[in-house]
């Protein structure tokens, strides 16, 4: 059985940091790409940040400078270090398996003072 399950989440106030991690199990984790999604209410699901099996990364420009997306395989899990929060930051943030497709559940981020 595949899962997803992200942690990490959380309120913090703008100019903070939060690491998101996001814990795999039940899939060969190391040969996927995965990716951080996020959705803000009332808007579409956006695309944060990709990294593929060997590393590479990208960003959206709103993040760039600012989070920083990794990944250990020796332990299955991702992660989303995130500085410098903003409130337009504030959103429920996904991992995703590119390949298969797997999401995870969710873990909601708030940034407000």
């Known amino acids: 059985q595949v899962q997803l399950v992200e942690s990490g989440g959380g309120l913090v106030q703008p100019g903070g940091s939060l690491r998101l991690s996001c814990a795999a199990s039940?899939?060969?984790?190391?040969?996927?790409?995965m990716g951080w999604y996020r959705q803000a209410p009332g808007k579409q699901r956006e695309l944060v940040a990709t990294?593929?099996?060997?590393?590479?990364?990208t960003y959206v420009d709103s993040v760039k400078g600012r989070f920083t997306i990794s990944r250990d395989n020796a332990k299955n899990t991702m992660y989303l270090q995130m500085n410098t929060l903003k409130p337009e930051d504030t959103a429920v943030y996904y991992c995703?398996?590119?390949?298969?497709?797997?999401w995870g559940q969710g873990t909601q981020v708030t940034v407000s003072s």
């Open positions: 990294i593929t099996s060997g590393g590479r990364t």
């Open positions: 039940g899939i060969r984790f190391s040969i996927y790409g």
């Open positions: 995703y398996t590119f390949g298969p497709g797997y």
